[in-house]
């Protein structure tokens, strides 16, 4: 094992650190630009729409409305994609009828981007605008558990128990509204070929996706499109449904026959999907010597007119703690808007918000620890699904987070300027350890270079580095021998990059076809060297890129030169463990924060964040270490910073920019840490792995929120929590 | 067609055009030259995925005319090393781990660049609040802290 | 953006004034570039003053003379910047990204436009962005807006940290009005919104800010420059309080403090600090003279915080002059 567990620098640097690294607007075609026009009204209809300016104007080339939209487009077309929630999708130019503000209602193809944007502005649109409600708040009457998912089975008596606790909290947490905003705005680059087929470049995490969409809206056979998305400029779970400019770009290339991008501007990636506003009550009992008797989580949340977008959120409240009485419900609500979108842990980093925070005051009022709060509640298997764990060092994570911060003599620490209060809070955490099916292919060259292909992505987890590791470790060889290659639907099929299971999933595949190329390279070995024909497979080993049986060794490109060229190539399908079915498989987390808030003024900081996780093995430490504490600050920007501001009025959100939307700068980061602890795990996947790119922003918000309480003395039950909001009245 | 006549340096190079006035160094370097290393993050200067070097100070190519540069000495990630030939702070980006995506990267290393060319950094606060007009939506500001300081103070 | 006829301004070009009239004058382009973008701004015309020679800082025994077209990081760094207005430097570092305070120069950072996100938004109604169509943010999101010498037609702020330093230091700005050099008083450039939002200043078209003069007097010693904003850096200030104190024996010889965030203009009282001369320097006395700058100031809702906040900024900001660290 040379590379599995070593802080290896990623494989793709070289290119990201000289800009050679291409994403979807990157490629270089002479294209027609593409700009959306979008709707200034929430709810109403389109009665006029006057393209004539526009389309006059130098440059365009055409622009296409619901008034010309291809009627084959119209009738018995499939716009769902594989994460679709249930209702119908978006329709582009389906009909006059607005269903949200920011709706793209026509399209403007011109040859420069500039001509498209400005164009699109001559274009003069009139409406009839109809009453509607633009907020959660105002549409709560509507909120109905009849659209949601049912949650985990209720357990025990929760009222009696509640009742007999001895100390009971009913509290309500509020969350707003956030969007994505990978520094990548989404994209695609469609190529429109001479014979009529497209290859068209997609901002996704998983290009399949995006096929799957394509060939359900446009009918286009599996032979005559093919999608590739080679760099991924972050993502979140923005990619995890294809996005309008997928459409428009297509619909553009397909009916001008010619290279068509779009790219949407920072704007534009404020009108589709987002993590939804939520509501949680939660009804906490424990007894005196802090044992959780009763819980019960009720969360509202919004989701467009048309489709039902659910999340795992309450179910979380059943899984943390022991607790035998627990009441689970989710409703959600109607509003005028863009259907959410999962982002970046969804459903766990809104239900453990609500959760840890709701513990935290239980504790409080229980008058104990919240760290011994949560050991004397731990619990070892999962009650919601009467199931063991597949591993949890959450324990072990406790422990080593309690001595890297100093939680012990937390109060201890001087306050050393005089307008500070100072305050520590801590806050469980967890994400789920899934691994779904994954085909791969793996080929060898006659200088002994492997090429594995698969159809995932690299949105900047490291997909591309620790799958090489991953293969340079299976099959003997170094690094540079592996060239991994994704993001393209003529590979084998992957699952979507999202879930924090590519390394689970791919990594997996990857293991195990090494694995099968080892027994071929085994086999020719032997139908070549009659004389290791009694040889046993566990007698030979793959090192330096040899195989190695005794003190004898014989390099794989010998050998292979005896081999066939079908030999050469191998595939390989991955089904899931078997512990993904008897078991419960998550990663957990521990995160304690330390944070300031200036008495007067309001101003809140966080001067210390540490985590300590349990993810089962770590492939390399260096970039999930990274990716960790990526979602950290994740965290503390949902906590302090980030909020869709959507104004009620117009159900328009009016902060759509970077200057207004905060997410978190390198200056709002201080003193920040995160480790793993040691945790053996075979039973969720073969590699023992469990994806850290959800990990670390849950619990996080909940942690800073119950530090500032002990700061201030005041619970905000609210996020974001703005400096506003602890002013002193 | 509406054009006007600028000179300037690109990556060295002397480039004498005249250009559509409305032309923003950043559709410029992206758009007609294919140097599409400098990435369109917000095109409103509230991001820093453009940003460039000019006359050695990092700015937003984004939020500059073309024809507005006359003069001026223009450097982009393609002009500060390759491949093959890294330079020390490409060098150190990838040691450090400085990134996730990598879409800001290149905007980042010329932060760098030009935090040192600067020289008015004394502590780290100064080093964060410099580097803090580079988004980072990975937030991988603790290797990219770690990467700027080594700059300023190795190279 | 709209496609527009495009000048560079040479020095000849100054002097008959035609260009500049029909013209709107280019500089860094920081801000009329982003909102050239947004449909915001339309020019139909752009004149680039960049060529012109007001691009260096120049010490004289009036103080500072900083030329329109020095950009804000190269007035921030400044030797005599660093030195003898320390303050200055101070608000400049703090504002905006080091990109951009790379490409501002100094005279576009006096015209910036508020950060109002209804003025921005060309979908919404906006007074300052299209007279006559109304105000969106009195009923709507105004946690950023003004708290004072607003009026039913805007509620819209200067966006500025620079302005706030050079309120307080009570800079002036030349202005090349008609061939002729006219001086104005710090104050008198931004004016408040009344019934003419539109209007962010009192300059004429045609005219061109070339230079600001500092004082000679800095306050180097007693200098506070509070910055209230959302996140650590790279944020507009919700509140910012540009301070400034000459004390003598405990006593108040002379006190400047203009604020940021909270009007259409730097807010400052010469009035009001001309009252507090020769009195203690005490956190009581800042407060009375907290309560006497913010009078009459009205809120809007989400906003409503910034009359609290606002008192006891000023009240900071001041004890720091007082006592630096």
Known sequence: MLNIGNKQTRVDGPQKVTGKATYTADIAAPFYHAYVLQSTIACGSITAIDTTAAEAFE?????????????????KVDYTDPLAPPGKPFRPFYNNTILYNGQPIALVVAESFEQARYASKLIKVTYEEKKFKGSLAENLKNASADRAPEPAKNRGDFTKAFKNSDYTIIREYRQSRNYHNPMEPHATSVEYNSDGNIVVYDKIQGVASSLKYLKGVFGLGADSVRVK????????????????????ATLAALELKHNVQMVMTRAQMFSFGYRPEVIHTMKLGCSKDGTLTALSHKTVGETSTFEDFNETIVDWSGLLYKCDNVNLEYELTPVQSYTPLDMRAPGGVSGVYALECAIDELAHEAGIDPLEFRRKNYVDYDQNENKPFTSKELKACYARCEEVFNWNNRKSLAKTDPHLLLGYGMATGSWEALQQPASVALSMNEMGTFTIKCATADIGTGTYTVMSQIAADKLGVSLDKIKFKLGDTAFPDSPIEGGSWTVSSVGSAVAAICEKFQYRIFDVWKRNNPEYQAVAFEAISFQDAKLKYGSKTFAFTEIMQQASKDELSIAHSEAPADGQDTHSGYAHCCVMVEVTVDKELGIIKVPRLVNVSAAGKIINPKTAENQLLGSMIWGLGMALREEGMVDSRYGRVMNANFAEYHIAVNADIHDIHTEFVEEHDDKVNPLGAKGVGELGIVGLAAAISNAIFDATGKRLRKLPML?????EV | MNTNPVHFTLNGKPVKISIEPWTTLLDYLRYHKKLVGTKKGCDHGQCGACTVLVDGNS???????????????????EGIGTADNLSVEQQIFIEEDAYQCGFCTPGQICSTIAMRNRGEINSEEELKDWMSGNLCRCAAYKNLTKAARRIYKES | MKPFQYTRLSTQDLASGTTLRDSTILAGGTNLIDLMKYGVEKPDRLA???KLPYAQIEESDEGLLLGALVTNADTAYHSAVKKTYPLLHKAILSAASAQLRNRATNGGNLLQRTRCYYFYDTAMPCNKREPGSGCAAINGFNRIHAILGTSASCIATHPS???VALAALEAEVHVLRKGATLVIPFDQLHRLPGD??????????????????????????????LKIRDRESYAFALISVAACLKVSEGKIEDIRVALGGVAHKPWKLKKVEKE????????????????????GAQSFGTNDFKILLVKRAIVRALNSALNPS
């Open chain 1, 229 to 248: 998305s080679d760099f991924v400029g972050g993502a979140f779970g923005s990619g995890l449904r294809p996005q309008y400019q997928l459409f428009m």
């Open chain 3, 161 to 163: 940290d620079m302005c």
């Open chain 1, 723 to 727: 400096l506003d909001d602890v002013l």
């Open chain 2, 59 to 77: 700015v937003n190519s984004c939020l500059c005319l073309l024809v507005s540069l006359d003069g001026k000495d223009i450097t982009t990630i």
């Open chain 3, 48 to 50: 680039d003053i960049g």
């Open chain 3, 276 to 295: 507090m001369i020769g009195k203690v320097a005490s956190t009581d006395n800042f407060q009375f003279f907290a309560e006497r700058l913010i009078q």
């Open chain 3, 196 to 225: 003419h939002p539109e209007k962010d200043h009192n300059l004429e078209p045609g005219d061109l800010i070339t230079h600001i003069q500092l004082p000679t007097e800095g306050f180097s010693d007693h200098f506070e420059y």
């Open chain 1, 59 to 75: 440059g365009v080339k055409a622009i296409f409305t619901h008034l010309n939209l291809p009627e084959r487009l119209k009738n």
